[in-house]
């Protein structure tokens, strides 16, 4: 009788085990949070969509990172912020989950802001911040500078200019191309106009874009646009033409 009572002790613990196992396998497979999608933000990127959610999960699963349907616990958040700090057109990323089963992703893209092809040979992109970005397919139209600019000239001197150029919408549609001749003066060939603009060194180039504005307005509005081989504001407070022959 007692071996019987046993027995079916026995029979009744082992079922409950069961029960117990599935029902706690059950349990834990739905605490289990998959990722259901990327929540991308970006910041700086003030002219061109050159980063977006396509590309940035392109990159993702190239490095085996890919996080949607992964689990959320088993991403590795860290990975993904240097993976996508290491793109050339990422400033800085910030990754972190959300209480939503989304992955919240923070990228402060970088802006290009001229195309640089100088006389060594060398083509090379200066974005907002003066930094050199060598990558060479971006699809965006940007002024080209030419000539005798190494890349520290590059991130100081010629990005003033072209930071000034840009605050203008007049002088960002007239402005073709930007050339620095080989004893630094820097040139701008518009694309109105058969003349050459030379300002001289970066100084004072607001002051320079203004007095070729008012010359722009007053003189050639009257004797025409093709009068003058060239127009220089390289002097303070002078605008020197010179008349073709």
Not at 209 to 223: A, C, P, Q
């Amino acid at each position: 009788m007692v071996k019987k009572i046993l027995s079916i002790l026995t029979v009744f613990l082992l079922a409950g085990y069961m029960v117990y196992s599935v029902l706690g396998m059950t349990n834990r497979h739905e605490d289990v949070r998959l990722c259901s999608g990327v929540d991308l933000h970006i910041t700086d990127s003030l002219h061109f969509d050159l980063i977006d959610e396509d590309m940035v999960l392109s990159l993702l699963k190239e490095h085996s990172l890919d996080p949607i349907g992964s689990p959320l616990e088993a991403i590795d958040v860290e990975a993904i912020e240097q993976t996508l700090a290491l793109h050339p057109l990422v400033g800085k990323a910030q990754c972190y989950k959300t209480g939503g089963d989304m992955l919240r992703i923070n990228l402060s893209g970088k802006v290009p802001l001229v195309r640089v092809l100088n006389n060594r040979g060398q083509d090379f992109y200066v974005d907002s911040h003066g930094e050199i970005l060598s990558q060479h397919s971006l699809a965006v139209q940007l002024p080209v500078a030419t000539g005798y600019i190494d890349r520290e000239f590059a991130s100081k001197e010629l990005l003033e200019v072209v930071r000034a150029i840009d605050r203008s919408e007049f002088w960002k549609a007239q402005v073709e191309q930007i050339n620095v001749t080989s004893d630094k003066q820097i040139e701008l060939v518009p694309r109105v106009g058969d003349h050459l603009l030379i300002l001289g060194t970066s100084d004072n180039i607001e002051d320079k874009l203004e007095r070729l504005m008012n010359f722009y307005e007053k003189g050639l509005d009257n004797v025409g646009w093709n009068k003058y081989r060239s127009i220089s504001v390289a002097y303070e407070n002078q605008v020197v033409c010179k008349k073709r022959k």
